[in-house]
């Protein structure tokens, strides 16, 4: 099972120069991927901006969208002409994970209905793969840049209802679970292998996860009160989400025990704090 590490870009008010620096630090540890969290009423950075940036300072780690919100990007056109150019400018790095959220404000802010959200992602994906694969749309021809690949970078579901999974398990690359525990992953990601099945793909999807973090007493009382503030609109839930996070190099090794033996391939750890000794501490303890 391969190890990435989040982006802190849950953590509100964070300065760019942190999340630079952030970056940097990560690709030099050896973890595999940068992840960002997508929210859009809320004060954190934009993914594909964070994970543009992340790309102009490092040359191998994958650049990873855990997930975008992909239904309050409206212009699929300009959507694809984005995720491209990051892909293109990243060397091919790119792999696009996407969601419909579960918070009702930001499609508001956005003046779009809340429902028929996985309808749709299901109808964006496959638009994205059209103009990827250079469908023309103008005198011009297509909308490009062209990504590294043909085809375009590789997609990750990030939703678990059967609705979503029945649109979905037949367009995408793989699933990613946005939080949770081995033995959730180990349900919801067979629920996936099955609806991967019906869909009459061949062989086994990718499936990631991501999993809170936070080391040390000063990291961890930080990292409380930004996962109780992200997450507030769920209400108590909120309180676990903040419980369950690794929070010392023994839980880390736990989780990464855990989520291997139910069938995890890449484990991204987000971080609740942005201190910048949390790389370091989370490279020593997956060492």
Same mark, same amino acid.
């Given at each position: 099972?391969e190890?990435g590490?989040? %982006?802190?870009?849950?953590? &509100?008010? $964070? *300065?760019?120069?942190?999340?630079?620096?952030?970056a940097?630090?990560?690709?030099e540890? /050896?973890f595999?991927s940068?992840g960002t969290?997508?929210?859009?009423?809320?004060?954190?950075?934009d993914?594909?901006i964070?994970l543009?940036a992340?790309a102009a300072v490092?040359?191998r780690?994958?650049?990873?969208t855990?997930?975008?919100l992909?239904?309050?990007?409206?212009n699929?056109a300009? %959507?694809?002409?984005q995720? &491209?150019? $990051? *892909?293109?400018?990243?060397?091919?790095r790119?792999?696009?994970?996407v969601?419909?959220? /579960?918070?009702d404000?930001?499609?508001t802010a956005?003046?779009?209905?809340?429902?028929?959200?996985?309808?749709?992602?299901?109808?964006?994906?496959?638009?994205l793969?059209r103009?990827?694969?250079g469908e023309e749309?103008?005198l011009?021809g297509?909308?490009?840049?062209?990504?590294?690949?043909?085809?375009?970078p590789?997609?990750?579901?990030g939703?678990?209802?059967?609705a979503?999974?029945?649109?979905?398990?037949?367009?995408v690359? /793989?699933?990613i679970?946005g939080?949770?525990?081995p033995?959730?992953f180990?349900?919801r990601g067979?629920a996936?292998?099955?609806?991967w099945?019906?869909a009459?793909?061949?062989g086994h999807?990718?499936?990631l996860s991501?999993a809170?973090?936070?080391?040390?007493e000063e990291?961890?009382e930080e990292?409380?009160?930004?996962?109780?503030r992200?997450?507030?609109?769920l209400?108590?839930?909120?309180?676990?989400?903040?419980a369950?996070?690794a929070?010392s190099?023994?839980?880390v090794?736990?989780?990464?025990?855990?989520?291997r033996?139910?069938?995890?391939d890449?484990?991204i750890?987000?971080p609740g704090?942005?201190?910048?000794d949390?790389?370091t501490?989370?490279?020593?303890?997956v060492?």
């Amino acid at each position: 099972m391969e190890i990435g590490i989040g %982006l802190p870009t849950q953590v &509100a008010d $964070l *300065d760019g120069k942190t999340l630079v620096t952030w970056a940097k630090r990560a690709e030099e540890a /050896g973890f595999v991927s940068l992840g960002t969290v997508g929210r859009l009423v809320y004060p954190n950075y934009d993914d594909l901006i964070a994970l543009s940036a992340a790309a102009a300072v490092t040359e191998r780690i994958r650049l990873t969208t855990s997930i975008l919100l992909a239904p309050l990007h409206a212009n699929v056109a300009l %959507l694809a002409k984005q995720t &491209a150019s $990051l *892909d293109r400018i990243s060397g091919g790095r790119l792999v696009l994970g996407v969601g419909t959220g /579960g918070r009702d404000d930001d499609y508001t802010a956005s003046g779009l209905p809340v429902g028929g959200r996985s309808q749709r992602l299901a109808e964006q994906v496959e638009e994205l793969r059209r103009i990827w694969r250079g469908e023309e749309r103008g005198l011009d021809g297509p909308v490009g840049p062209p990504p590294v690949n043909i085809g375009g970078p590789p997609i990750i579901l990030g939703a678990f209802g059967p609705a979503a999974l029945r649109r979905l398990a037949g367009l995408v690359d /793989g699933w990613i679970m946005g939080g949770g525990t081995p033995d959730m992953f180990l349900d919801r990601g067979g629920a996936f292998d099955r609806a991967w099945k019906d869909a009459g793909r061949p062989g086994h999807p990718r499936k990631l996860s991501l999993a809170y973090y936070a080391i040390g007493e000063e990291a961890r009382e930080e990292a409380i009160s930004t996962i109780k503030r992200y997450y507030a609109w769920l209400g108590p839930f909120a309180d676990r989400i903040a419980a369950g996070m690794a929070s010392s190099p023994e839980m880390v090794k736990a989780y990464i025990e855990g989520f291997r033996e139910s069938g995890c391939d890449e484990l991204i750890f987000a971080p609740g704090s942005g201190r910048l000794d949390q790389v370091t501490l989370l490279a020593e303890a997956v060492a």
